[in-house]
């Protein structure tokens, strides 16, 4: 094929046409960051982002503020807001999977709890009322890791260690009766704050076992 001039022009300015595109969308995106409310070192938080009370809303936005602010505060039972106050339905749930681990403040009737490296929450919602919130440690364990987990959280929550050391026989005879793909197991304890569950659930196939805390209103 015989190039003309023109054809060799065209070709010589092409890749630096398409490299000032490509510069051009970078400004724009680094502008736009720049600019949005995700940039700013402490943003200020709206009224559909915490509650009245100062707990986090518990909608999409509120979670938006939470990973920005690395924390998510929730109070549960006794004066606590309403389940429309915080953005729930009056019966259901609402979950939010985080972007990075974040610290959660629960607090409860007399005591609040705090509880670091969490990956996702669920709120449950009741009548109107806030009925529990579920946390789930970021990292997802082995068994063993698991239990160790509850261990050093046990004087915290007011877990009984002899209690947990017992889950390793009620998996030992889930896995003698070789039924079912995953094993449930829980301590609690009702210190007078809320009453807070430690969650362990072993798959069998892969051996991971992810850990939960459940905080729900002290009886």
């Known amino acids: 094929m015989v190039r003309t001039s023109r054809t060799q022009s ?27 409310w995700w940039a700013e070192d402490a943003p200020a938080a709206s009224v559909d982002q915490k509650a ?7 909608t999409d936005a509120g979670f938006d503020y939470a990973n920005v602010e690395g924390i998510v505060r929730v109070r549960i039972g006794e004066g606590g807001l309403s389940a429309a106050e915080l953005g ?5 749930e609402k979950t939010a999977e985080f972007r990075r681990p974040l610290r959660a403040v629960i607090a409860g009737r007399d005591d609040v709890y705090v509880v670091d490296d969490i990956a996702t929450l669920t709120a449950r919602s009741e009548d109107d009322r806030l009925a529990s919130v ?3 440690f970021d990292v997802v364990s082995t068994w063993s890791d698991g ?14 260690r002899a209690e947990i050391d017992e889950l390793d ?3 030992a005879e889930f896995n003698r009766e070789g039924e079912g793909d995953t094993f449930t197991a829980s301590v609690t304890s009702d210190d007078g704050g809320a009453t807070v569950t430690g969650v362990l659930v072993f798959d069998r196939a892969s051996g991971a076992t992810p850990v939960f805390v459940e905080f729900t209103p002290a009886p």
Request: glycine share 6%; aromatic share 6%; proline share 3%.
């Open 10 to 36: 065209l070709l010589t300015w092409l890749p630096a046409t398409i490299l000032l595109v490509v510069i051009a969308g970078v400004v724009f995106a680094t502008v736009a960051v720049q600019n949005s």
């Open 52 to 58: 009245s009370d100062g707990s986090t809303m518990l």
């Open 88 to 92: 729930l339905p009056e019966n259901g």
């Open 134 to 136: 579920t946390l789930r």
């Open 147 to 160: 239990l160790n987990t509850l261990r050093r959280h046990a004087e915290k929550f007011g877990w009984d």
């Open 169 to 171: 026989e009620q998996l």
